[in-house]
């Protein structure tokens, strides 16, 4: 039920829900290793960090880039895994299909590989957390893809929970937060999509990393559930 001195790698760790989580363990005593793509936001991201926390560049769209690096990483506690492309809401009727079979590379495929050669590092008592999304639940339009991945993410925690057993896997759900992630978005609909996230919500606000980052603590921590997943959206699912 602690963190301290535990060895955790949160994957696209270097903005967003990823870097909250990042440091929220680290204030819990973890030693924290963060993995993007981005080699310029990666070192921006260790200067929020304590001292002794680690950095790595890769792609995670790679397979052999994946692979290579739990070789030189060795043994770890916890594996999280938030990294995916900055979402974007589609029409079905203007879908690029070619894009919408690429946004799954780094959100699903990115996070099987990552299991697939993170597990046999994980030590015992230790835990995968996965990523998904509240969209799998209560879709709106425009919403197609975002919400096959997040559904998707829910199966592949199910299946890996009973799979690597009894290495723990579960799945945080997050609903709109506010953060990078919306970025690829124009700027007066992301006001507007929060503005009405604000109203329909019943607490409200639009979530922060911050108070996302909490549930995968809580997922690292605790030491009895498997293949769950953990809705964080302000009770959007519930309107």
Known sequence: MTLQAKKIVVLGGSSGIGLAVAQAAARDGANVTIVSSNGEKLEGARKTLPAGAAGHVANLGEERAIRTLFDRLGPLDHLIYTAGENLRLAPLASMDMDWARGFFGVRYWGALTAARYAAPHIEEGGSITLTGGSAGQRPQAGWAIAASICSA?????????MELA???VN???????????????PKEEREALYRHMEQSLPLKHVGTPEEVAESYLYAMKQSYGTGQRITVDGGGVLT
């Open 171 to 185: 799945l945080v759900s997050p609903g709109v937060v506010k953060s990078a992630l919306w970025d690829a978005m």
């Open 166 to 168: 009894p290495i723990r």
């Open 153 to 161: 993410m829910e199966g592949l925690t199910r299946a890996l929970a």
